[in-house]
C-alpha cells in the first residue's frame, strides 16, 4: 500500500474557508484520476469532488458544487481541496484516494483522514 499524506484540516466557523491538500510521496503506480471523499457522524462515506490527472476534469457531489473547488498538481501528484463557505454539516472526516475508476466508485489508495469541523 502506498500511503497517501493529507494535510489542511482543522477548525473553522460556519462561512469561512479551508484547504485540503493531498499528495503521494513515493507512488509508482499510474492513476487516471484522485477524488475527495468524507463520511460524516453517523453517515457511509461519500463522494465529495473529484479530478482527472491528464485533462483536469472535475466532478462534484451536488452538496458541494458552487463552493468547493478541487484542483491538481500533475507535476507533483499532489490535489488541494478548496473549501469555502462552510457549513456545519460540512463536518466530517475526509479522505483523499487515489487511482480512481472514472465514476469514482472505487479508488485503490487511501488517505488515512484529516477532520474537518465546522463550528462556533
Known amino acids: 500500500q502506498v500511503p497517501l499524506v493529507e494535510s489542511g484540516g482543522g477548525l473553522v466557523q460556519p462561512g469561512g474557508s479551508l484547504t485540503l491538500s493531498c499528495g503521494a510521496p513515493g507512488r509508482s503506480y499510474v492513476s487516471y484520476s484522485m477524488g475527495w471523499f468524507r463520511q460524516r457522524p453517523g453517515k457511509e462515506r461519500e463522494f465529495v469532488a473529484g479530478?482527472?490527472?491528464?485533462?483536469?476534469?472535475?466532478y462534484y457531489a451536488d452538496s458541494v458544487k458552487g463552493r468547493f473547488t478541487i484542483s491538481r498538481d500533475k507535476d507533483t501528484h499532489t490535489a488541494s481541496l478548496q473549501m469555502s463557505s462552510l457549513k456545519p454539516e460540512d463536518t466530517a472526516a475526509y479522505y483523499c484516494a487515489d487511482r480512481c475508476a472514472p465514476a469514482f466508485d472505487q479508488c485503490d489508495y487511501w488517505g488515512q483522514g484529516t477532520q474537518v469541523t465546522v463550528s462556533t
Open positions: 479530478i482527472t490527472w491528464t485533462l483536469g476534469s472535475t
